[in-house]
């Protein structure tokens, strides 16, 4: 199985901040990546797919990177709705990473 | 607009089966441009991949290594849904689970609202 690594595991930040959120996968996935917000009780939201596609309807303010094994999502400016739980998804085999929770510092 | 909606029950003894449905709608579960996952989230296993179910001239499903052996994916034509059946479950099956859609992008774009199925006597 291929593993997908984030970090950090949590990040404290204030809104108008650039944040950034690293996944790693223990093999090259090619581009195979999405990127997606949880908020508590409700299913995950699609933000970014194949690695640096924006899904429809998403903000502008979110972006994502990388090719084979290191990707990024960043968030340009947080915004108080973006407090949340991130997770990657290789969609080679459908591995998750363990998730980053953005916070309030 | 597309909407995957979950059906089930919340409590399931161990060594029974958990069952549980995804309607589908908006789409068709015969779209052979999509495919229907099976996916559960728990405090220790974070989010966890089950399955899939697709339609490409013929059924396929795909199963992680990990339920392989007591899992089934199946389609409904007739209901437009496709079911999720866990065999011989114990508390360790204990997690949200959700449907989600794998739609153009390949991605999960598409995703039930969750069932919290607790396996306990």
């Known amino acids: 199985d291929i593993q997908m690594t984030q970090s950090p595991s949590t990040l404290s930040a204030s809104v108008g901040d650039r944040v950034t959120i690293t996944c790693r996968a223990s093999q090259s996935i090619s581009t195979w990546l999405a990127w997606y917000q949880q908020k508590p009780g409700k299913a995950p939201k699609l933000l970014i797919y194949k690695a640096s596609n924006l899904e429809s309807g998403v903000p502008s303010r979110f972006s994502g990177s990388g090719y084979g094994t290191e990707f990024t999502l960043t968030i340009s400016s947080l915004q108080p709705d973006d407090f949340a739980s991130y997770y990657c998804?290789?969609?080679?085999?459908?591995?998750f990473g363990q998730g980053t929770k953005v916070v309030m510092k | 607009q597309e909407q995957l909606q979950q059906s089930g029950p919340g409590l399931v003894k161990p060594s029974q089966t958990l069952s549980l449905t995804c309607v589908i709608s908006?789409?068709?579960?015969?779209?052979?441009?999509?495919?229907w996952h099976w996916v559960r989230q728990s405090p220790s296993r974070g989010l966890e991949w089950l399955g899939r179910t697709y339609y490409n001239s013929r059924w396929y499903s795909d199963y992680a290594l990990s339920v392989r052996s007591r899992i089934a994916i199946n389609p409904d034509t007739s209901k437009n849904h496709f079911s999720l059946d866990l065999l011989s479950v114990t508390p360790g099956d204990t997690a949200v689970y959700y449907c989600a859609r794998a739609g153009g992008s390949d991605a999960f774009d598409i995703w039930g609202q969750g069932t919290m199925v607790t396996v306990s006597s």
């Open positions: 998804q290789q969609y080679t085999s459908w591995t």
């Open positions: 908006g789409d068709s579960v015969s779209n052979t441009r999509a495919a």
